[in-house]
């Protein structure tokens, strides 16, 4: 009898070695080495593999006819907003989040509104059964009888499922759960979640079915498995927020069907997820009035400007290296916004904590925060309020200049329509637009003018 080869693969990157190893030496992770079982080349299924009779003909673009089908309204407005406009037909979508965040919930909500407009769909589900599926929709009231359910792992199973029931969405929760009987290793790891998804994904475009496979995630919040998964697919949705708060936000940061970067919010109460239609409204509620380390900044999440509030917390240091801790932004921009204030403008902030927050969960990738970060710092620092009805748009330069930043009339625009007075922004974005009357704009050029018109010096 032949001796069965193994070989060991990185359950982070997919990097194989014949021989264990502590630190893989593909991503420098440690102790992600597994040992699988070595199957020949002619004994692993062929995965798009067709006929030369088969295989289709390069067309000219011009020529390529377009999807018949629309897209599908799935009946909740800010995940349409995430999508693009809804789901489009043959897509494959990942959906990924902590555990207990709610994407699960969001999907069986998402299936009872289409099965209401008539869409037959498939859930799948290798982590319950059918009855606790059950338990949970009727809990969320969404019971139909175009929704099916199965409890299955099988790749090969599902495949026929889908043939026999032909639906319009197939979810599929979660990916490391589903295994192919032809890999040899078991689920979850590399081999298996590449391979399922490279199935999958033929299944999604062979019969025009939309599907979506449900991702965990990683201590590091990155999706589990091969880097490769998130190539493969159309569409990447991250599901953020603390378990122990009620606001959720999904966020697109890969979809080749709209925007990336677009964020739909919504709340989790006991019947579900409730969709937040003005996230702005929600990230300033409770907001503390004439309190030193707090400013409020317009940022645009894909399509949609979001007013949020920053707050800053400037202490004395007990330690020989102060801390500098921030939550919702970059920790390595709030340093360089700190050094322009020391050397810049004076401000001695060696022997100084910083704690840098942003209200809401939400997090804050673009440069237009910067201004706002800078006052809140200062406040703090000084002990000295911002006005409540104030608002601070700008990118802050290494030399302390307040730089231009893109789409401001509708940062402006969301700001009035939120009842705040002024607005401190760079000179050069008050050219060529018309501002609303009753909303005051103030143009300065450095760090420290509008230091001046924030905190009077």
Known sequence: MAKMKSKFVCQECGYESPKWMGRCP?????????????????????????????????TPITKVGKLEEPRADTGIKELNRVLGGGLVPGSLILVGGDPGIGKSTLLLQA??????????????????????I????????????NVIVASETDLIAIESLIEETKPKLVIIDSIQTMFHPEVTSAPGSVSQVRECTGQIMRFAKDWGVAI?????????????????????????????????????????VKN???????????????????????????????????????AVAASIEGTRPVLVELQ?????????????????????????????LEKRLGF?????????????????????????????????????????????????GLTGEVRAVSRVEQRVAEAYNLGFKRVILPIKNLRGWTPPKEIELIGVGTLGEALEVALGG
């Open 256 to 294: 080749r069907f709209g925007s990336t970067n677009e964020i739909g919010v919504f709340e989790m109460k006991e019947s579900g997820l409730v969709e937040v239609e003005n996230p702005s409204e929600m990230f300033l509620s409770g907001r503390p009035v004439g309190v030193p380390g707090t």
């Open 111 to 132: 299936t009872y509104q289409l099965a209401k407009r008539g869409m037959q769909v498939l859930y799948v589900s290798g982590e319950e059964s059918i009855e606790q």
């Open 348 to 396: 001695f902030l060696q022997n100084q904590d910083a704690y840098l927050n942003v209200v809401g969960g939400v997090r804050l990738d673009e440069p237009a925060v910067d201004l706002a970060m800078a006052v809140s710092l200062v406040s703090s620092f000084r002990d000295q309020p911002t006005e409540a009805h104030d608002l601070f748009i700008g990118e802050v």
């Open 212 to 252: 979506i496979i449900v991702g965990h995630v990683t201590k590091a919040g990155a999706i589990a498995g091969p880097r490769m998964l998130e190539h493969m697919v159309d569409s990447v949705l991250y599901f953020e927020g603390e378990r122990h708060h009620t606001y959720r936000v999904l966020r697109a």
């Open 134 to 145: 059950r338990l949970r929709a009727e809990r969320l009231g969404a019971l139909h009888d």
């Open 26 to 58: 593909g991503c420098q992770s440690w102790n992600t080495m597994v040992e699988e079982r070595d199957v020949s080349a002619s004994k692993m299924p062929m995965v798009g593999i067709k006929s030369r009779s088969q295989r289709e003909k390069a």
């Open 312 to 340: 800053a917390l400037v202490a004395p240091t007990t330690f020989v290296t102060p801390k500098r801790m921030a939550t919702g932004v970059d920790h390595h921009r709030v340093t360089m916004i700190m050094a322009v």
